[in-house]
C-alpha cells in the first residue's frame, strides 16, 4: 500500500471455486512478514463475511502472524491486536 492511498497488492482467496480451497487465513499466513511490518507502518486491517468461521479463524491467524513476526508472547500478541482494535486499525463487519 502507498501513502498516496492508491491500493498496490491485492491478495485473493477463494475458497469454494476452485478445487484446492485457499481461504484468506492461508494468504495473512503466506504474507505474515509483509503484513506484520505493513501493521507496523500503521496499516487498517478490514475483516468483512461469515462471522461463525472466517473472522475468527482470520482473528487467530492476525494473533499468530503478530506473535511470530513481532517475536512476542501469545499474551503480548494479544494486547497488540486488541491495541489495533482501540485505534480503530483492525476493523471488523461480520454477519
Known amino acids: ?3 498516496n ?8 482467496a477463494f475458497s469454494r471455486d ?7 487465513q492461508t494468504r495473512m499466513k503466506e504474507n505474515g512478514k509483509a503484513l506484520y ?3 507496523e507502518e500503521g496499516g487498517h486491517f478490514y475483516v468483512c463475511g461469515d462471522a461463525t468461521r472466517m473472522a475468527k479463524d482470520v482473528d487467530d491467524a ?3 502472524i503478530v506473535a511470530s513476526h513481532g517475536g512476542l508472547s501469545a499474551e ?5 491486536v486488541n491495541g489495533l482494535k482501540r485505534a480503530k486499525r483492525y476493523l471488523r463487519d461480520v454477519y
Open 1 to 3: 500500500m502507498s501513502s
Open 5 to 12: 492511498g492508491v491500493l498496490t497488492r491485492l491478495d485473493l
Open 18 to 24: 476452485q478445487a484446492e480451497k485457499i481461504y484468506v
Open 37 to 39: 511490518a505493513w501493521l
Open 62 to 64: 492476525l494473533h499468530d
Open 76 to 80: 503480548a500478541a494479544g494486547d497488540y
